[in-house]
């Protein structure tokens, strides 16, 4: 099913943002593409909770316009950054957020998100999230990553 809405910017937001959701889908070894978006949209809400308001603006900005939208979804920027530091509670909200149970399924669905969000996202975006994250929660990115790439 192609979408369609004769106004070339948000046409162009609609395939990229399909293109996120594919390239998730395969990633998690399914083509389940509701899956797949709850699935980006708790990975990228549970990181945006984490990070100050510049932050969060500064990386909507690489973020086609249907991904912003979901980014920037039910956010209460007055409430941010959150106060989690360390890898369990980041996961537990990341499960929480994508509807996931099961450690390995959750670690394995952030390795799969995290994967998509670095081949969409400027390394000098990801390495300025690194850089206003609490030293565990850096640790587990970078960790995700090491393990994303293998």
Do not use: C
């Amino acid at each position: 099913m192609t979408t369609t809405t004769h106004i070339p910017g948000l046409d162009h937001s609609v395939e990229r943002t399909n293109v996120w959701l594919a390239e998730l889908a395969a990633e998690l070894g399914s083509d389940d593409r509701h899956e797949a978006y709850r699935v980006l949209r708790g990975f990228l809400h549970t990181l945006r909770d984490r990070l100050t308001v510049e932050e969060a603006a500064e990386l909507s900005a690489q973020l086609p316009i249907i991904v912003r939208g979901i980014f920037f979804q039910d956010w209460r920027p007055h409430r941010t950054p959150a106060r989690y530091h360390d890898r369990d509670e980041f996961l537990a909200r990341f499960a929480d957020a994508a509807g996931l149970e099961g450690e390995s399924t959750v670690s394995y669905a952030a390795e799969a998100a995290l994967r998509i969000f670095r081949k969409h996202v400027s390394d000098g975006e990801v390495t300025d999230i690194l850089a206003v994250l609490p030293e565990d929660l850096r640790e587990l990115l970078l960790s995700l990553t090491v393990h994303a790439s293998s």
